[in-house]
């Protein structure tokens, strides 16, 4: 596999709130390689923005790196973190489709001002030919035209296209999209995803794709890492990790799959909260195959091959057997 | 066969005037049985939302019939409709953020059974306590604010506030969108035990046509205002008959079997459902678009076995032939 792109590895943060601090990154790791789509999956609230914010530099004050490390290119972005080139890194090389297409663009001007503006400051005048090619690439017709109207005059799929377009536009290296398509319906959202394979494909762009849809992450991804609770569980490329799940907490998601589940089947128990986390493997409370032993280290990542990363001693254990145990 | 609890006679609503204004709903035709999920689907737009109103006494129709239980009902200023209607009841897309933030759980469901005229409190704390233990949840949640619910939590209790209203009929507007799989199950698994607890009949409006699928007995599809399809909802998934269904269907990013190539593309702006437009609405995207279907609407009629389509080629395939020269 060719150079990776963007590392991030053992990554913790916490984000201070007036009574405690909230562990709500935990040891994470990540990495994504020149033109790779690589998703994040995960139940709400187990930290997949956060991590997005942490590379892209956006996080509140009151966050507090506690180990680890991004690496953006082979340079920390950590110690970046607020000067000149972080910020020409932010805007010039890492794009950013955010998760609602309704709030991210201001109503009061005309989306060409918008897009435009932050184009020019950037690469100067070819930047608007470059904004109308990729809007025709997007397919949003009349692209001189879509450029003089306001946000409100577009559906959700149209901003999105408009977004990504923009997005795009900068010839960034790494694109990152947070849950690009949940807002939007399924004709809109299979639009979308197939826009963005295709401009994968022909600028090469290397993605960061946030989804709690299985079925998203698979249509687009070539790898995936599964997040439960701020910790990294699972990694493996998007066929295996449908098909051959290892992980206790990802074969559990998978099974609730409307797709694949008897009724209507929901993990027990609620997703561990960043306030007060269980020790060692946030998920051995809610897990079925859970000894003693996981609540007490932090499992470390084992490879049961080569592109595949697991970190659960007990992947080999049939959930069903352990229930009826 | 169940005797129907909700007619609609060729419905139609409009906003705005001929030639501007927008067809929301177009002649829609539709029985919902006593006791059965009755799923809406179809693109964002389709008008389902404003059908649901029009059900509602909140939109009146410019045409056609609605009943109830067999009895007309007649048009009626928004707020006498709803007394009228008080049997059918609504809940909002986003039930936890319509919980207001200053209010108790306790007062938020109290509240609604005062405005509808309920007058004694131990008739409304019988009613309460009867209502939390079927969406399961106990009075400890009385005395929480909104804040401190968790998303599957608001949702039951939007939910408990349309219940202690004792509706016979139950309209869910995307009730389950953005929710995890975990929440969403247990949602869902809510709205099966009510309906057989309560003897409820739910009109259920979703996106996630996996879940529709499991959930309801029959369903109708929308296009732009027109129900294009209608029909048990095991046999529209497995064999669906209006190209519109198929593609819909086509869309739904899958977690088994090969990944689905896109093969239905926007072109050009999507048209507006316009008042008195004619032809088939779908006919600018079909690819089974033929002469006749631009020339005139197509009517929604039975193909056996209760299933109503409206498309000229499912009604009078080619060769048979009409318009073929
Ligand atoms: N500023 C903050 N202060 C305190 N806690 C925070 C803050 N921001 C996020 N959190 C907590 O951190 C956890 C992770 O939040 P995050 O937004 O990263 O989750 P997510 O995986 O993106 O969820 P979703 O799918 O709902 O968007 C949550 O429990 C959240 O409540
Ligand atoms: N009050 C209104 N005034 C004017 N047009 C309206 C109004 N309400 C809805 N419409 C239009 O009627 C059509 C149907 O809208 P509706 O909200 O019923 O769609 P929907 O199927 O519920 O969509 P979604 O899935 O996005 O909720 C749309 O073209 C919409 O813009
Ligand atoms: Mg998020
Ligand atoms: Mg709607």
Redesign the pocket.
């Known amino acids: 596999m060719s150079d990776p792109l963007l590392t991030i590895r053992d990554l913790s943060i916490d984000i201070e709130t007036p009574t405690v601090a909230a562990k709500v990154i935990d040891h994470a790791n990540v990495q994504v390689h020149l033109g790779e789509t690589v998703g994040i999956v995960g139940e709400s609230g187990c930290g997949k923005t956060t991590l997005l914010k942490a590379i892209l530099g956006i996080l509140p004050k009151t966050a507090v790196c506690r180990s680890g490390e991004i690496l953006f290119e082979g340079r920390s972005l950590l110690d970046l973190w607020g000067t000149e080139e972080s910020r020409r890194i932010r805007s010039c090389d890492i794009g950013f489709i955010p998760q609602d297409p309704y709030l991210s663009l201001n109503p009061a001007f005309t989306v060409g001002r918008q897009l435009n503006e932050s184009l020019l400051e950037l690469t100067g005048q070819g930047a608007y030919a470059e904004l109308l090619r990729m809007l025709r690439a997007v397919q949003l017709p009349d692209p001189e035209g879509v450029l003089e109207r306001y946000p409100h005059q577009f559906s959700?799929g149209q901003r999105q296209r408009l977004l990504i377009a923009a997005a795009l536009a900068r010839r960034p290296k790494l694109l990152i999209a947070d849950e690009p398509t949940t807002a939007l319906?399924v004709t809109t959202q299979s639009e979308i995803l197939e826009v963005m394979r295709e401009l994968a494909n022909e600028t090469g762009v290397a993605m960061l794709f946030v989804s709690h849809d299985l079925g998203v992450i698979r249509s687009i991804c070539d790898r995936v890492t599964v997040m439960y609770a701020g910790q990294s569980v699972e990694t493996a490329p998007a066929d295996a990790l449908v098909n051959a799940p290892k992980h206790p907490y990802t074969r559990m998601l998978l099974n609730c799959h409307p797709g694949r589940s008897h009724g209507f089947k929901g993990i027990p128990g609620q997703v561990a909260s960043p306030l007060d986390p269980p020790p060692g493997c946030r998920f051995s409370p809610r897990c079925p195959i859970a000894i003693a032993e996981c609540s007490r280290r932090r499992p470390q990542p084992l490879h049961p091959s080569p592109s595949q990363e697991v970190s659960c001693p007990r992947y080999e254990i049939d959930l069903e057997t352990a229930a009826d145990a | 066969m169940p005797d129907p609890i909700i007619e609609c006679q060729d419905v139609s609503v409009h906003?705005?005037k001929k030639g501007v204004?927008?067809a929301?709903?177009s002649e829609v035709t539709l029985d919902v049985r006593e006791n059965e999920i009755f799923g809406v689907v179809?693109?964002?737009?389709?008008?389902?939302?404003?059908?649901?109103?029009a059900i509602l006494g909140l939109q009146t129709p410019v045409s056609g019939a609605i009943s109830l239980e067999g009895r007309g009902l007649d048009p009626l200023p928004p707020k006498m409709a709803r007394q009228d209607r008080a049997k059918i009841q609504y809940v909002h897309?986003d039930s936890g953020a319509a919980l207001d933030p200053w209010w108790s759980v306790g007062s938020s469901l109290e509240e609604g059974l005062i405005v509808h005229g309920v007058r004694s409190a131990d008739e409304r704390h019988r009613r309460i306590e009867r209502v939390l233990d079927a969406v399961g949840l106990n009075e400890s949640f009385l005395d929480r604010y909104p804040h401190e619910l968790s998303g599957g939590q608001q949702r039951r209790i939007g939910l408990a506030r349309i219940l202690v209203l004792e509706p016979q009929v139950v309209i869910l507007?995307?009730p389950t969108s953005g929710l995890d799989v975990s929440v969403q199950a247990a949602v869902l698994n809510l709205i099966l035990e009510l309906r057989a607890k309560l003897n409820l009949t739910f009109i259920f409006?979703s996106?996630d046509l996996a879940v529709v699928h499991k959930l309801c007995d029959r369903l109708a599809v929308?296009h732009l205002?027109h129900v294009v399809e209608l029909g048990e909802s095991d046999e529209v998934f497995s064999s669906p008959a209006h190209p519109y269904t198929k593609s819909l269907l086509d869309s739904v990013p899958r977690l088994d079997g090969p990944p689905r190539e896109v093969r239905l593309r926007l072109k050009g702006e999507p048209p507006?459902?316009s008042i008195g437009a004619v032809g088939c609405s779908y006919c600018y995207r079909c690819p089974k678009v033929r002469q006749d279907c631009s020339a005139a609407t197509p009517v929604l009629a039975d193909i056996g076995d209760g299933r109503r389509v409206a498309c000229f080629a499912v009604h009078a395939p080619a060769g048979d032939g009409m318009n073929r020269g």
């Open positions: 959700g319906d | 906003f705005g204004g927008v929301a709903v179809g693109e964002s737009g389709s008008g389902k939302s404003t059908l649901a109103r897309q507007d995307e409006i996106h929308m205002g507006k459902a």
